[in-house]
């Protein structure tokens, strides 16, 4: 019965490569959210997501790109990975209309060797 | 945009004291504050929430205070305890900008025993 669940817990890859964190929500909220929270805790929005449109954070590298095969569900895809991209990546949803809390998932470690 | 500051960045209090945390927003729009707290190595989790239409909302030993007009709002823990310890997150919201939340930069509250 878990409300977010993001798979991998843990993604160890190298610099160049291509992958995909998948985040699925049974609460059926309308708002899908990812973060990427670095080695000093901060939480940074990279995209907000509903039916009617997704919501980029401009500092966000084209390399990162949300896709939505139905509500429920929202991955999270990054290309020629870098350094820089290791952090803990958080899945978010939240029921638009109602403006409530958001509920996030468990996060993914990801480290880029 | 929204731009969320919270101070302190990081606060130790006694077991048995009180800890406030204090944020503040920028866009007066924004009408939703909620307070997550992220333990080591775990998800965000709302602890408490309020709303633009109340100044004061009091759950246990956890209360938030919001003061529309000098846009700031902060978190009260009294009685602090050792399970207290977290990092804390204070957050602003406006459904007219398609419900994204602004974080503040965290704070790292360390209740000593």
């Known amino acids: 019965d878990t409300a977010v669940s993001q798979t991998p817990k843990y993604l160890v890859t190298q610099m160049g490569n291509d992958k995909s964190i998948k985040c699925e929500q049974n609460?059926?909220?309308?708002?899908m959210y990812w973060y990427k929270q670095d080695s000093k805790k901060f939480l940074k929005i990279m995209f907000s997501y509903n039916n009617k449109e997704l919501i980029i954070n401009e500092t966000v590298p084209n390399r990162f790109s949300p896709k939505s095969p139905d509500k429920a569900h929202l991955n999270l895809h990054i290309n020629s990975l870098e350094l820089g991209d290791s952090a803990v990546y958080f899945c978010?949803?939240?029921?638009?209309?109602?403006?409530?809390?958001?509920?996030f998932g468990p996060g993914t470690r990801l480290t880029v060797t | 945009g929204e731009n969320v500051e919270q101070h302190p960045s990081t606060l130790s209090v006694q077991e048995g004291d009180s800890a406030v945390i204090k944020c503040t927003y920028s866009d007066s729009a924004s009408n939703y504050f909620p307070w997550y707290k992220q333990e080591l190595g775990k998800r965000p989790q709302l602890i408490i929430d309020i709303r633009s239409n109340v100044g004061e909302k009091k759950d246990q030993r956890i209360a938030v205070t919001l003061n529309k007009t000098a846009k700031h709002f902060s978190l009260h823990i009294t009685e602090t305890q050792p399970e207290d310890s977290a990092v804390y997150f204070c957050a602003a919201s406006n459904v007219r900008t398609g419900n994204q939340f602004y974080f503040g930069t965290g704070t790292s509250l360390t209740v000593i025993p």
């Open positions: 978010a949803s939240s029921q638009e209309m109602e403006l409530g809390e958001q509920y």
């Open positions: 609460l059926g909220h309308d708002t």
